[in-house]
């Protein structure tokens, strides 16, 4: 089930949508051109987060695998500079659609300090190695509007985030390959949430969303939470500026070709540029 953290976030950002939306004026004597109602919106920037990382699988005889911390164990980079982008399509002035995409891919070489069983892969202590992580987040969600206008924005939203994982590591004697083990899996997780806006001052924008679920299906057992907050600028009718955090936490166990589980989190921020049209 979702833990107490995001229980704590759902209920503030339900709540604050909810107070924007009961607190603000209803004036039907707007006209479409007074709504803010743009077609497209278009996000795209530079993502720089730290992360924290581990995996478990397990051997396929019954053995339980070292619980494997990729920043430390594996050496993997606990940073990096994504590229991430976002697209909203409006319906009307309730109905949208979301759609968003970014991917990470970080590698290693370490000498193990102690041994590791990685599914059928045993890495010895003293063993040089080297290992991958590759992460890549797409998927749509559709948005409901309960209230939208030029100043203020509050709904929720539905959808299904895909997760492809790729996680291997490759046992190294005399650079000569001695043993390897690769995980991949597209994991398929429904997402719910709330989002919101408001039109601080002019033209100076502030957003807030957040997406969780819990899931409990077939051969998966798992929550996510993703969280974000955005300040932008808008400069033109068409383009703005923006700085946003924005806070994942993914952990999921598994118990398809391989068992185990993973478990993913990264925070930080992204500054990026919008086109409204």
Known sequence: MI???????????FINNFLLFALTPQDSSKTDSEIYNKKFQVAFGLFLPSIN???????KAGGIGTVVNLETAFHLPETQQLFRGNV?????????????YYALNRSGQNISKDSIV???LVIDINSSFTSFFKATLFGGKYRYSVHNDKNIEAGFSAGISFLYLDVGAEVLLLN????KEEYNDLLFLPVFGFYNRVHIYDDLIFQSNVDAFALNIKRYNGVLADLSFS?????????????????????VKFDTKEKGEIKYNHKGLMFFGKVYF
């Open 3 to 13: 833990n107490k953290n995001t229980t704590l976030i759902l209920l503030f950002i």
């Open 88 to 100: 909203i399509y409006r319906f009307n002035n309730n109905h949208s659609v979301e759609g968003y």
């Open 231 to 251: 300040l932008e600028y808008r400069f033109l009718q068409q383009f703005s500026l923006g700085t946003s955090y924005n806070a994942y936490s993914l952990d």
């Open 53 to 59: 990382s581990s995996v478990q699988i397990n051997r």
């Open 118 to 120: 990685f599914g059928e």
């Open 176 to 179: 000569q390959s001695v043993g």
